[in-house]
């Protein structure tokens, strides 16, 4: 093994409360975790295990009432660049930019780039995912599927640190939702980006992470983190794959027929 | 018992004879389905109608011929284009003034919660107030002339607007919101980069009704105060014509009033329309 893979964000005894008109929600009670660089970090659980709840911590828009959440060593305070979101909803693009706009306007605000650079890497980004044809198109003439890629290239031109991505292709229909998860691998496979990635679905947390952090519902807790580094689509139906799923299964499911490694 | 089902693969067959999958329609369909051609349709029949029914009734002391309103129109010509001037002065005074407290009023209203009840209490006491109630009070205040009918101009734009401006911003969805704040966006910059745009259809919603209520509010107070004749409006125009009765002049000045209202409705804000919220499909 090389070196020691630089720490990248480190979330530690994170307890995270919202408030809802009558209630105060404990939506994830003393999580710790560690992602590291070129790491496809993902959290996997029920519905109710604070996922996206902690997704929006990490991203500065919510903070913990216990714990601290640090990125390269400093405390996440608020929002910021760094950290790019995509979210499930297509609503994240904005509808009255073209996608040549979409994907060049985080890069003109933050001004992380040199102006005459943006436009070069703005049409780069839009190649990586295909979508060269559909440049000048406005998002409401795009498909779901489309509509999440230029999220995605959005999010990958501005360079983040990390790559925080909220359940992205929930809302996908099954054939569309497969082919992206291979787009975002190959994506991985040639640019190596840090990303921390929340799903419901086992196979996608299987197929897209490296490693898989499993919460417990109500509140979220941390039940396992597991390496799944080896698996992708070429060995979906191998008999591995189906173990590792089933004790992911027994996991989430239920605490006897889990099953030790 | 039923027979047994084979299965098969086959390649797709040819469809290369349709031709291109999206053509263009013929020009003469083009034609008919045109919004302009159609409203300039509508226009040109009631025209007609109103022609027909002056000509028949015949007695143009009640309701002259749209023939007859043209020429009159035509040869007041120098004077109608001077109450017009003056009263799309004091209008875009007004509009303009009522626009900019509108955006004050919203601006505090986003910033925080006691701004935002306070337009909201505000709007809910002078929204239903009808501007021309306000007039009397405007001439003690200014006297006759331009200064009372800009405040009760800028009293009827400005409800409209910042109401429809405000829940506009409300209704800008929360995952826009957090893409935006994603980018370290805050204050003057997120309301701009964001919530304007975000919002504009409501906000074109809000300036139309605006829009509307000014024209119809300095119409009214023009017609109400006999301002001195010679800085009057158009409303001025058609009261005076209306003592001297020259119905057809009272008819060119009304003409005026719609044609005017139309111009700004089907090409100012249609355009503001076609370039804005339809393009990014926010409105069908």
């Known amino acids: 093994m090389n070196a020691a893979p630089l720490s990248l964000l480190e979330v530690s005894g994170v307890t995270l409360q919202y408030k809802t008109a009558r209630h105060l929600v404990t939506a994830a009670y003393k999580v710790d975790f560690e992602v590291r660089q070129a790491d496809r970090y993902v959290i996997l659980g029920p519905s109710g295990c604070g996922k996206s709840t902690l997704l929006k911590a990490v991203g500065g828009f919510m903070a913990p009432v216990e714990g601290t959440i640090r990125m390269r060593d400093r405390p996440v305070t608020e929002p910021g660049p760094d950290r790019m979101m995509v979210f499930q909803e297509f609503e994240q693009l904005m509808p009255w930019k073209t996608v040549e706009q979409n994907v060049l306007f985080p890069m003109k605000v933050t001004g992380k780039f040199p102006r005459d650079e943006v436009e070069k890497r703005a049409l780069a980004a839009i190649d990586k995912v295909q979508l060269s044809p559909f440049r000048d198109v406005y998002p409401h003439m795009l498909s779901g599927g489309m509509k999440m890629r230029v999220a995605i290239a959005r999010a990958m031109a501005l360079e983040p640190d990390i790559l925080l991505m909220d359940e992205p292709f929930a809302a996908l229909d099954a054939l569309t939702r497969r082919s992206m998860q291979q787009e975002l691998l190959t994506l991985w496979k040639q640019l190596r980006f840090s990303m921390l990635f929340v799903t419901h679905s086992i196979e996608e947390a299987m197929l897209v992470g490296s490693r898989i952090l499993i919460l417990t519902p109500h509140p979220g807790r941390v039940r396992a983190e597991l390496d799944t580094s080896m698996f992708d689509f070429s060995n979906i139906d191998s008999p591995d794959f189906g173990r590792m799923a089933k004790r992911i299964h027994g996991l989430l499911f239920d605490d006897r027929t889990a099953v030790p490694a | ?284």
């Not at chain 2, 047994?4 to 389905?33: C, K, Q, S, T, V």
């Not at chain 2, 009159?72 to 407290?101: H, K, N, P, Q």
């Open chain 2, 1 to 284: 018992m039923s027979t047994p089902r084979p299965e098969f693969e086959r390649p797709p067959i040819d469809a290369g004879h349709i031709g291109d999958i999206e053509r263009p329609l013929p020009l003469g369909e083009r034609i008919l389905r045109n919004d302009a051609v159609q409203r300039i349709a509508i226009i040109l029949l009631l025209i007609a109608a109103w022609e027909a029914y002056a000509r028949w009734l015949d007695y143009a002391l009640l309701f002259p011929t749209f023939t007859e309103t043209i020429r009159v129109a035509w040869t007041d010509f120098g004077e109608l284009s001077m109450r017009i001037a003056a009263t799309m002065r004091a209008l875009l005074i007004g509009y303009a003034a009522g626009l900019a407290c509108a955006a004050v009023l919203t601006t505090l209203a986003v910033a925080s919660d006691f701004g935002a009840r306070f337009l909201s209490t505000l709007t809910a006491m002078f929204n239903p107030l009808p501007a021309i109630a306000l007039l009397p009070l405007a001439l003690i205040w200014f006297g006759l002339g331009t200064p009372s009918l800009v405040f009760v101009i800028v009293h009827s734009v400005l409800w409209a607007v910042a109401l429809n401006t405000l829940t506009g911003f409300r209704a800008v969805p929360e995952t826009l919101r957090m893409s935006g704040r994603n980018l370290g966006l805050k204050g003057v910059r997120y309301v701009l980069l964001i919530l304007i745009p975000a919002a504009f259809p409501s906000i074109l919603a809000g300036l139309k009704i605006g829009w509307a209520f000014a024209w119809r509010t300095l119409i009214a107070a023009e017609l109400v105060f006999g301002a001195s004749s010679r800085s009057g409006g158009l409303g001025w125009y058609i009261f005076a014509a209306r003592s001297e009765l020259d119905t057809a002049r009272v008819f060119a000045g009304l003409l005026a009033v719609i044609v005017i209202g139309l111009l700004v409705e089907a090409v100012i804000f249609r355009a503001i329309e076609a370039r804005t919220v339809k393009l990014w499909g926010m409105q069908r």
